[in-house]
């Protein structure tokens, strides 16, 4: 059974600060992970989508890694911004017709 | 081009009452999902449909929820009787297939269940 960890839980970083959010996942054998940023009362807003065969996407001053081999993803936040305030989740698919198993999300803050 | 929608936003009702949430997906989006979120935790696949068929439902409670998506777009989700366990928050999913290409899923805004 695929298990998703993201640590830390709660992230709290100073404006301008370059920060590293961490995901693991139990099962290597993957075909997608995606990131996620969740807004509090909010729904889900799709990041970046890795494909099992890539290591790495960018998209702006988000960056987000893939290691299959250590089942490991990280996703870079350069520049933070108050604005980027919310959790963000990582999800892994199994397979074309399979679910997404979600982490349980780092909170981060970004303060003034 | 218009996200997923969902309605209501918020529903509070006894335990034991009935409710139902709605969802219509990105237009052209072939696969549909539900989700539910309890309040700390990552979301979890309830059930998803493939046009207007069933792919997963395995973690879907059968004895008191039930999903339908007759015609292939929108979808409805119905809890009866709800427990106090079903407080969370039903995120409804599309995406365009389940070839490599399509598998990005985006999310509606979510329904938020308080049974008291």
């Known amino acids: 059974k695929q298990e998703v960890t993201q640590i830390p839980a709660a992230l709290s970083v100073p404006e301008g600060e370059n920060l590293v959010l961490n995901c693991s996942f139990t099962?290597?054998?993957?075909?997608?992970l995606q990131w996620f940023r969740q807004d509090p009362g909010k729904g889900l807003t799709s990041l970046l989508l890795?494909?099992?065969?890539?290591r790495e996407q960018t998209s702006g001053r988000l960056n987000a890694s893939l290691d299959k081999s250590s089942g490991r993803s990280t996703l870079y936040i350069a520049a933070s911004q108050p604005g980027d305030s919310a959790t963000y989740l990582c999800?892994?698919?199994?397979?074309?017709?399979?679910?997404?198993?979600f982490g349980t999300g780092t909170r981060l803050q970004v303060t003034l | 081009e218009a996200g997923v929608a969902q309605s209501p936003r918020y529903k509070i009702i006894e335990k034991r009452q009935s409710v139902a949430f709605w969802c219509n997906p990105i237009?052209?989006?072939?696969?549909l999902y539900w989700y539910q979120q309890i309040l700390g935790q990552g979301p979890k696949l309830l059930i998803q449909?493939?046009?207007?068929?069933?792919?997963?439902d395995s973690q879907l409670p059968k004895d008191r929820f039930s999903a339908e998506r007759l015609k292939g777009v929108d979808s409805t989700l119905k809890i009866q009787p709800a427990k106090l366990e079903d407080s969370a928050v039903y995120l409804c999913?599309?995406?365009?297939?389940?070839?490599?290409?399509?598998?990005?899923?985006?999310f509606g805004p979510g329904t938020r269940l308080t049974v008291l």
């Open positions: 449909f493939q046009n207007n068929g069933v792919v997963d």
């Open positions: 237009s052209g989006h072939a696969t």
């Open positions: 099962d290597s054998a993957i075909y997608n």
């Open positions: 999800a892994v698919k199994a397979g074309t017709a399979s679910k997404l198993t």
């Open positions: 890795i494909q099992s065969s890539q």
């Open positions: 999913a599309s995406s365009l297939g389940q070839g490599r290409s399509y598998n990005e899923q985006f």
